[in-house]
């Protein structure tokens, strides 16, 4: 490693070890979970490690690829808490509005991201989930705005949220995918409902969004009208490839929790179960490559159709192995620690991690339909039968 990448970490490492929160996971609620979610992006954004991936000139952006994973490795590494309440907000948004927005919706939206604004991604609907182009919400041009009519499903922390990443159908002629247009939705303006899903957890960590005559300013939507599938395109390899860096690297950095809980449980000696964790290690180590390659790629403009697709699926597999493995570690006793269980992994808790590890196997678009992607983008293989998709 370079003495500049040295002293990155050392930097990083010493600012950490004076800032980041210990005592995140027993946040009593959900609120106070949020709370200190927007205190430490504050932090994290006033020190330049919040956005490293962003270009240079915003706030610790315009990182090298080994720089953010120096960041990552050092977040990991002090369990600090993962950004999940500005997570649609950093990556989704900022990939969306950088691809496809004009200059007056950067100029708005992004710095006020850093000041903490918080974004949710409307895309799914009833009906319209791995089939996205089956959305239905209406968007309806009157005058200078739209005017939305439907619902939206599964929105994550969209409870929290300002504002939204919305598609929405505004003409039914053609090709589903060309009837679709893109907005930037304010979770404020009259009409806007949401109401949080009670999962199997215990959380509400995503949240249905019923939307009755909201008003979207024409100024809002980003692409033309009709150009919805083109934008979304980016929000979703941002989503399936571009977040998976950071969270391959965190993944890496709790192998450690792993380690210790297979010490204390007196498994140290299986051969079973360190063969596990042997092959389970390699595959965290394969998984951070892959993201590795996809941003390479990416920023190279050699990303190929199926790349994210490939990083999302082995992310969420290598994920679910994990925590499958510390839960029969782990046993029963394990399960009575109770965390705050946001998030997908890391929560203090290996049943919750276990259960919220087939989130990634959904989110995103699902594990089936990414192979999908890989066999017949990728590999040219036969399309599937088309009386499989709904
Ligand atoms: C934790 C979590 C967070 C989420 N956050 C958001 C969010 O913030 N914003 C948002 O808009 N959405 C969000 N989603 C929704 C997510 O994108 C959808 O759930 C996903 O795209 C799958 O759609 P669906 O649930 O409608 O399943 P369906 O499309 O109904 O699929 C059901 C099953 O059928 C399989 N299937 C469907 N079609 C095919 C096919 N052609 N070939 C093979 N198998 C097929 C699927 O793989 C799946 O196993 C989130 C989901 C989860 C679980």
Known sequence: MSAALETLRENVRTWLAGNAPKDWREAATHEAFVTGQRQWFGKLVAAGYAIPHWPAGWQGGGRSLAEQKVIYEELARADAPRLLLSFVSTYHVFATLQECGNDAQRARYLPAILEGETWCQGFSEPGAGSDLAAIKTRGERRGDVYVVNGQKLWSTMAQYADKCLLLVRTSSEGAKQAGLTYLLMDMKAPGVTVRPIHQIQGDEEFAEIFLDNVEVPLAERVGEEGAGWAVAQATLSSERGLTL?????????????????????????????????????????????????????????AEQVGDASIVKNSYSRTLRAWADLGVRVGGLLEQYRKPITFGDLNTGNWMADFMNSYAWTIAGGSEEVQRNIIAERMLEMPREPKSWVA
Request: net charge positive; with cysteine; hydrophobic share 40%.
């Open 245 to 301: 860096m950071e969270l391959g690297y965190r993944m890496r950095g709790s192998m450690g929790l792993l380690t210790d809980l297979i010490r204390k449980s007196g498994k140290a000696g299986d051969a079973g179960v360190l063969r596990e964790l042997g092959r389970l290690s390699a595959q965290v180590d394969a998984t951070c490559a892959l993201a590795d390659r996809f941003l390479h790629n990416r920023i190279t403009g």
